[in-house]
């Protein structure tokens, strides 16, 4: 069966500091989609990345970079120089297939940025 | 405007109410989701649809019932409502497509969210 466990239930950073956030997941497919979403304090979810399982690279995007390592089942999201906008919840998720059909989501990490 | 509106945004209701919730999208997508959130829990499956003509059941669907009235619009249910089901709840769609080269869709895409309150 899918899981995906973030361990660190809460964070607390100062601005500019950076910040990594830890995202575990089983699944017995070779074939599978990994995704990071942010919730704001305003409540919407936010998309920020979709990974397969046959792409290994890393990935970057301004502030954001993500690390997907295969050898130990871990999709981890940086986030450099961190700001308080960045304050939100972040949910790791995973799908067996590309249709959503089979999507399970993290019980989130809550990042707290401070100035 | 967004792609996928949720109404109402805000619904405090009593125990044994009938509650529907709506879910309308722009994005012309033929999946459509139910989910709930809890504290500590994430995101938990509640239904979803594939199309007009397909219902299918999540995790979690004790309690609710869904209605796919056209391509664009999912509501979900609550026959009678109990204090357990405040949570807040989010409508999402996904594309169709598939890829493994030129890769696009497979993401969900949310609604603003509904957050019920059941006293």
């Known amino acids: 069966a899918q899981k995906v466990t973030q361990a660190q239930t809460e964070i607390s950073v100062v601005e500019k500091e950076d910040v990594t956030l830890d995202c575990v997941y089983e699944?017995?497919?070779?074939?599978?989609?990994l995704f990071w979403y942010k919730q704001p304090p305003s409540g919407e979810l936010v998309f920020l990345i979709r990974?397969?399982?046959?792409?290994?690279q890393n990935e970057i995007s301004g502030r954001y970079s993500w690390n997907f390592q295969k050898s130990t089942s871990s999709f981890n999201f940086t986030i450099t120089a961190s700001q308080v906008v960045d304050s939100a919840v972040y949910f790791c998720?995973?799908?067996?297939?590309?249709?959503?059909?089979?999507?399970?989501f993290g019980p989130g990490t809550r990042l707290s940025v401070l100035p | 405007d967004a792609d996928v509106t949720q109404t109402p945004r805000n619904r405090i209701t009593k125990t044994g109410k009938r509650i529907m919730l709506e879910c309308s999208q722009t994005?012309?997508?033929?999946?459509m989701y139910w989910y709930r959130q809890d504290p500590g829990l994430g995101l938990r499956l509640i239904y979803y649809s594939f199309d007009v003509k397909d219902i299918n059941k999540g995790e979690i669907s004790d309690g609710y019932s869904v209605s796919r009235q056209a391509q664009a619009k999912f509501s979900l249910s609550l026959e009678s409502a109990i204090p357990n089901q405040t949570a807040l709840y989010f409508c999402?769609?996904?594309?169709?497509?598939?890829?493994?080269?030129?890769?696009?869709?497979?993401?969900?895409?949310f609604g603003e969210g509904s957050r019920l309150t059941v006293l």
């Open positions: 998720a995973l799908s067996e297939d590309n249709y959503g059909q089979n999507f399970v």
């Open positions: 999402a769609t996904s594309d169709l497509r598939r890829g493994l080269a030129g890769e696009s869709g497979g993401e969900l895409f």
């Open positions: 990974r397969n399982s046959f792409d290994e």
């Open positions: 994005k012309g997508h033929d999946r």
């Open positions: 699944t017995r497919d070779t074939t599978y989609y």
